[in-house]
Every structure is written in structure tokens, then in C-alpha cells.
């Protein structure tokens, strides 16, 4: 049982390419999340999803773009890669029965030249 | 929006020692999460604890919804227990992290 895993794990783009980064659970999880984590910010969330065809924004959605087609897949783009968006990416997922934990994946580490 | 804070900011222990890493917040809360990021950057779940009290192993945390704070206690430290100590808060589902503890475990 893989749980959630993302790809690549590492990234190098140029600035204004197109990258899309994956996510994938096995879990069913309803809910999904991807979060950004840079020094001095904690984890901040990017983008959220309630199933599948239902998104919304979080905190910091500008220049990030979602979608979820399937239920256990969850790509996040960024449609021109700016250097500001040099960051670790991580997705989460979480059943919210119960309560809201949520589990994450190992994380994305993209660079932006 | 709810704010999160932690402290301390950083923390040296030395092997055997015990320590409280403390998470404060701002509104009431439906969700709290303790997380260890290990050097290698991975998030583990460490506690799912909104209310009450909650024991693994040689970890425990305390959540005290109606003063809006939650403990977590490290005893008899390890150099494993090195890295990031994050609290995470939710009213429902969108989570807030704190700034986290950084622990160094001495040997």
C-alpha cells in the first residue's frame, strides 16, 4: 500500500515554463491538499479539493492552477514558473471522517531559474 | 484568520533529557495535528488531537481547546527526535501551521 506519493521529487524549471506536479493516493481520501513550505513560513496551503471536480483556493492559490478528474489524483501547475515559487511542495489527503487528519506525501522540492 | 503560535522557536537537548514544545492559537478550533518533519524533510503524523490527552510511547501531547493551547512532551530524548515540530489547526478542514519548534538532540 503505497498511501500518497508525488512526482518528480525533484524539480529544476526555467522561469515562465509550465510544470505540473503529481499526486496520487491510494486511500480513497475524499479530501485532498497541496501546501508550499518555505523558510520562516511553515506550511501554507495552496489549493484544496472537497472530490473530484470540486476545488477551491487556500491562502497563497495565485500563479497555481488544480485539478482533480480523478479521486485519487490531484496535479498542481504552475502555468508560468516564477523564482518566488522555488519552494517544497507537499500534497496531502484526508477522509475527514472522524475528524480531519490529514497525511502527507514525501514532498516536491522545485527550483526556478 | 486563526494564528498559530509555537514556542520555543528552538530548542538543544541533551540525550535523556525531557521536554514541552507549546502551540497557541487565536479562535477555537475543530482540528489539531502535531507533526515531527525529520531531517530528511518527511511529515509524520505524530498526533491527531483536538481535546484531551493522547500517549504514544514516549511522546504525549495535551490539548486544552477552551484556553487554546496544546502541549506536546518529549521524554527521555533521542537523536531521532531531531527536526522540525510543526502544529497544525483547523475549524474545519483548511489547517494553519505554526512557524515550529526546531529540536537538536544531542548525543
Known amino acids: 500500500d503505497a498511501g500518497i506519493t508525488q512526482s518528480p521529487r525533484y524539480k529544476i524549471t526555467e522561469t515562465g515554463r509550465q510544470v505540473t506536479l503529481m499526486c496520487h493516493q491510494t486511500w480513497s481520501h475524499s479530501y485532498m491538499f497541496w501546501y508550499r513550505q518555505d523558510l520562516g513560513h511553515g506550511l501554507r496551503l495552496i489549493y484544496y479539493s472537497a472530490a473530484a471536480d470540486i476545488t477551491d483556493k487556500g491562502e497563497v492559490p495565485d500563479g497555481y492552477v488544480v485539478s482533480r478528474s480523478k479521486t485519487e489524483n490531484f496535479p498542481l501547475t504552475l502555468e508560468s514558473a516564477t523564482r518566488s515559487q522555488t519552494s517544497v511542495y507537499f500534497c496531502?489527503?484526508?477522509?475527514?471522517?472522524?475528524?480531519?487528519?490529514?497525511?502527507f506525501g514525501p514532498g516536491t522540492r522545485l527550483t526556478v531559474t | 484568520g486563526i494564528q498559530v503560535e509555537q514556542s520555543p522557536p528552538d530548542l538543544i537537548l541533551q540525550e535523556g533529557a525531557n521536554s514541552t514544545l507549546r502551540c497557541n492559537f487565536s479562535d477555537s478550533v475543530n482540528n489539531l495535528q502535531w507533526f515531527h518533519q525529520n531531517p530528511w524533510g518527511q511529515l509524520i503524523n505524530l498526533f491527531y488531537i483536538p481535546s484531551g490527552t493522547k500517549q504514544n510511547g514516549r511522546l504525549s501531547a495535551t490539548t486544552v481547546a477552551t484556553e487554546r493551547y496544546s502541549l506536546l512532551y518529549i521524554s527521555s530524548s533521542q537523536t531521532t527526535d531531531s527536526g522540525v515540530y510543526f502544529c497544525a489547526v483547523a475549524g474545519t478542514y483548511k489547517y494553519i501551521f505554526g512557524t515550529g519548534t526546531r529540536l537538536k538532540v544531542l548525543a
Open positions: 496531502a489527503s484526508s477522509t475527514l471522517a472522524g475528524g480531519n487528519e490529514q497525511y
